[in-house]
């Protein structure tokens, strides 16, 4: 070996242990605690389409920042395929922090601008880029189409043009632009949108559609287009955020006239021309109106549809992957797999006084939680009573509120299974205030409307909650109604990132407690079983619903639930027996439940027959709903007057959670229980009985059964996990009744 290899050799094995050691962790003491890690926080999972779409337009993001097949150089419209491409990513979900390909096309957007609707393409691409370098090149670009148009109308090139034409699509996408530099903080002239307006109302044909080309009278009116109506609603909307009476006399003649043409496979009046700006327009229209449904066609729904079907296997769209048709797609995709959490309700008085409320709400929701809020509107006649689809429900309006029988009892059935009513008089209406108030009272007698306390942990995030006028109804557990009598339409205005009216905050408050955390977006399933029409029960069980002065039925919905899966799962039929203590019989109904927010209000006479149907056979499930402690307390003075406190046995927990009708190996709780509990706490749940002998005539949860069993999501509550509740509840109910 040659010398100098030889000191190489001797000067690495000197070192090597000195190295080692330095990359070693230093020792950790005997006593030191290692900081649990904080959870992850839930992540959507996107369909399958999304990632394919997303992927190829990723790939298609060149060096140069520009896209393959970008339009030439001397092209008035080259770049806008990059913008596109780049909305629909950014819409997506794909991060420029983790994306060279997105950051050097963001680099290459940030460019001079040169005609007008690649620049407002970009503008509308830069809007939904979350960087505060956004605010700062809308401001540019909008500053530019300010100054290149005329007239409240655009074209492929800049005013100062001696080509300048305009156009009503160029028009559409810069309404859009503005509208998006608007929201982002940006200065835009109000004039600017009222030269717009006033364009778009004039171009309006006599039978209510739009041309893509721009007339006048007494010219004779181009023919109207699917594609152009729609985008002149969205850009209308665009132009006039608060409804003006021309404005909005414009919208309804051109909705009428798309009802009566609807159709997603061609362009209505136009065949297959334009048919990807027109299924774009379609969806945006569903966004500015909150209109989903028109003509009979649930918009969301059939486009999903039929992009899923349409989709090429390398995730593009249209012949030899157009592009563009691939961006717009990706986009409509995007939002037609977002699910829908809050819902305004169509009634039938002044339902909607101001149109784009809900969809600022939830786009200040969308951009405080860092993820999309689904909204939109359903007709009262439409109201999910399974929980299927939206969690929260937004009731506007001024003067009288119109439901009928039937809209009322939906009403209830979505807030006795878990669903939230939120409720505003718009500009402070007092009638509307009084027919929420006898609704309310109607629907849940038992927790009326009440103000709520300026102690009430709703209002302790902001000093802005503080002062907010509010009424709440509660059933102790949770908050069912939420009205507002002074309005909240009136302030949820164009809002950028930081907005923080009362009413925002207010609703971000709401949106956290009622999707569990945000964990609901990530898994959106509803908890509710299709009825099935089951034969002959293989068995019947009998259960006693202990009546009493408290608060003894918070959530009625529990045990309906409860016989839902006992029939589909098991074919065994609940039989549910309301009664007083007085007319307990162990022979008819041996086991009872007991449900209790407070400690029960049980007259001497009534605690006299309990302790009697208890020693008589009878067996008593008491559940501390919103896991109380007063209901603790009451159950351990039962224990010690009828025999004595104990804890399940290990047989005893075997024959609960072993022996059916349910396995239940272990028992989970809900992700965001304020309690955390150990592997070995999981396999047994927190029981204590009463035994009477040997015999355990009553058991007490500790944790919370009634919320459980509905099976809604709810932050910051011990309960069960919705399944596990149902099968520890199906496996007391079966295993302490008798066979019959």
């Known amino acids: 070996m040659p010398p100098r290899a030889v000191v190489v050799l001797l000067l690495a094995l000197a070192v090597w242990p000195w190295c080692a050691t330095a990359q070693q962790a230093p020792p950790t003491p005997a006593d030191a605690k290692t900081p649990t890690p904080p959870p992850a926080a839930p992540t959507r999972t996107l369909p399958a389409e999304v990632l394919r779409a997303a992927t190829f337009l990723e790939t298609q993001l060149t060096k140069t920042g520009l896209v393959q097949n970008e339009y030439a150089k001397a092209h008035p419209l080259r770049g806008?395929?990059?913008?596109?491409?780049?909305?629909?990513?950014?819409?997506?979900?794909?991060?420029?922090?983790?994306?060279?390909?997105?950051?050097?096309?963001?680099?290459?957007?940030?460019?001079?601008?040169?005609?007008?609707?690649?620049?407002?393409?970009?503008?509308?691409?830069?809007?939904?880029?979350?960087?505060?370098?956004?605010?700062?090149?809308?401001?540019?670009?909008?500053?530019?189409?300010?100054?290149?148009?005329?007239?409240?109308?655009?074209?492929?090139?800049p005013a100062t043009d001696a080509k300048f034409q305009p156009d009503n699509e160029t028009t559409f996408w810069v309404a859009l632009a503005l509208d998006a530099a608007r929201r982002r903080r940006a200065k835009i002239d109000p004039k600017l949108f009222d030269a717009l307006g006033t364009h778009l109302r004039a171009q309006q044909r006599p039978d209510g559609s739009f041309p893509w080309r721009v007339w006048a009278k007494p010219q004779r009116p181009p023919r109207g287009s699917g594609a152009m109506t729609a985008g002149a609603i969205v850009a209308l909307r665009s132009a006039t955020p608060t409804p003006s009476k021309a404005s909005e006399a414009a919208i309804a003649r051109a909705s009428a006239w798309l009802a009566k043409r609807m159709s997603l496979s061609t362009n209505p009046n136009k065949g297959r021309e334009q048919l990807p700006l027109w299924r774009l327009t379609a969806g945006l229209f569903v966004e500015h109106t909150a209109q989903r449904i028109l003509g009979g066609i649930d918009l969301w729904s059939k486009i999903g549809t039929t992009l899923r079907r349409e989709q090429n296997p390398d995730g593009s769209w249209g012949y030899d992957a157009d592009i563009e048709q691939t961006a717009m797609n990706l986009w409509l995709c995007t939002r037609a797999t977002r699910p829908m959490f809050l819902a305004k309700i169509r009634h039938g008085g002044r339902w909607q006084p101001f149109p784009r409320d809900l969809a600022h709400a939830c786009d200040s929701l969308g951009q405080r939680y860092e993820r999309p809020i689904g909204w939109g509107v359903i007709d009262?006649?439409?109201?999910?009573?399974?929980?299927?689809?939206?969690?929260?429900?937004?009731?506007?309006?001024?003067?009288?509120?119109?439901?009928?029988?039937?809209?009322?009892?939906?009403?209830?059935?979505?807030?006795?299974?878990?669903?939230?009513?939120?409720?505003?008089?718009?500009?402070?209406?007092?009638?509307?205030?009084?027919?929420?108030?006898?609704?309310?009272?109607?629907?849940?007698?038992?927790?009326?409307?009440?103000?709520?306390?300026?102690?009430?942990?709703?209002r302790a995030p902001t000093t802005a909650l503080k002062t907010l006028p509010l009424l709440t109804a509660s059933n102790s557990i949770r908050t069912l109604w939420v009205h507002a009598p002074g309005g909240l339409s009136q302030t949820l205005g164009p809002a950028g990132p930081n907005k923080t009216h009362a009413a925002f905050d207010l609703l971000a408050q709401l949106t956290a407690q009622t999707s569990d955390q945000l964990r609901w977006f990530t898994t959106p399933r509803h908890p509710w079983p299709k009825p099935l029409r089951v034969g002959t029960p293989k068995r019947t069980l009998r259960l006693a619903r202990l009546e009493h002065d408290g608060n003894w039925n918070p959530e009625p919905a529990g045990l309906e639930r409860l016989c839902w899966r006992l029939a589909r799962d098991k074919q065994i039929r609940l039989q549910l027996v309301p009664v007083r203590a007085t007319h307990l019989r162990a022979d008819e109904t041996p086991v009872c439940y007991l449900t209790a927010t407070t400690a029960p209000k049980l007259s001497p006479a009534e605690l006299t027959a309990l302790d009697r149907y208890l020693q008589s056979g009878g067996t008593l499930i008491v559940d501390a709903a919103a896991a109380n402690t007063s209901t603790m307390k009451w159950f351990q003075a039962l224990a010690t007057r009828v025999g004595k406190l104990d804890t399940l046995s290990s047989d005893e927990q075997k024959l609960l959670l072993a022996m059916g009708p349910y396995l239940l190996p272990s028992v989970r709780y809900r992700a965001s229980s304020p309690i955390k509990r150990s592997a070995a706490q999981h396999k047994r749940p927190p029981l204590d009985v009463a035994r009477i002998g040997k015999r355990p005539s009553a058991i007490f949860s500790h944790v919370d059964l009634a919320s459980a069993l509905v099976g809604y999501p709810l932050a910051r509550l011990d309960a069960y996990h919705r399944d596990d509740a149902i099968a520890l509840m199906a496996n007391l109910i079966a295993n302490l009744s008798p066979e019959q």
């Not at 109201?383 to 009288?400: E, N, Q, T």
């Not at 007092?430 to 009326?448: E, G, S, V």
Request: charged letters at 25%; proline letters at 7%; glycine letters at 8%.
């Open 80 to 157: 806008a395929k990059t913008a596109l491409a780049v909305w629909g990513l950014l819409e997506a979900g794909r991060e420029p922090k983790t994306s060279p390909a997105l950051r050097r096309a963001l680099g290459e957007l940030a460019k001079k601008p040169t005609a007008v609707r690649p620049v407002a393409m970009r503008m509308i691409a830069i809007a939904a880029w979350d960087d505060k370098r956004a605010e700062t090149l809308l401001q540019r670009d909008g500053d530019w189409l300010a100054t290149a148009g005329r007239d409240g109308a655009w074209g492929l090139l």
């Open 380 to 458: 009262a006649s439409d109201i999910p009573v399974d929980l299927s689809g939206p969690r929260m429900l937004y009731l506007s309006g001024s003067g009288r509120l119109v439901l009928t029988a039937e809209q009322q009892l939906r009403l209830k059935h979505f807030l006795q299974r878990g669903g939230l009513v939120v409720s505003e008089s718009a500009n402070g209406d007092l009638q509307f205030t009084r027919d929420i108030k006898a609704l309310c009272a109607k629907l849940l007698p038992a927790t009326p409307l009440v103000p709520l306390p300026k102690t009430a942990p709703l």
